[in-house]
């Protein structure tokens, strides 16, 4: 069992930056891929970056790749998602969650946390 705890949402004006933070509760020595997806309103749950156990590997979608940046603190169990230049479209909640192997496919992701509110003011 996985829990999974995000902060840092909050509202900013176009071109703004925010942190997002997911803190993990978890057995010592389990590895996991850590994802971020988000969702807006009447829209699908999309991939947004994932990173390896290591943080040696990483992947971003599209759409957020030379904007958003994706680390981790295994240590700490606690994972970041730094987001620059901030567009009205990535207005959405964001999600954290957990899966066994790197992976876009949000279905693949065993545990989530309850998400947190991004909104970006144009």
């Known amino acids: 069992q996985v829990q999974l705890v995000e902060s840092g949402g909050g509202m900013v004006q176009a071109g703004g930056s925010l942190r997002l933070s997911c803190s993990a509760s978890a057995r010592t020595g389990i590895r996991y891929v850590l994802g971020w997806f988000r969702q807006a309103p009447g829209q699908e749950r999309k991939f947004v970056a994932a990173i390896s156990w290591s943080g040696g590997s990483t992947d971003y979608a599209d759409s957020v790749k030379g904007r958003f940046d994706i680390s981790r603190n295994s240590a700490k169990n606690t994972a970041y998602l730094q987001m620059n230049s901030l567009k009205p479209e990535d207005t959405a909640v964001y999600f954290c969650?957990?899966?066994?192997?790197?992976?876009?496919?949000?279905?693949?992701?065993?545990?989530w946390g309850q998400g947190t509110q991004v909104t970006v003011a144009s």
């Open positions: 969650a957990v899966a066994h192997q790197a992976t876009r496919k949000g279905a693949r992701y065993a545990y």
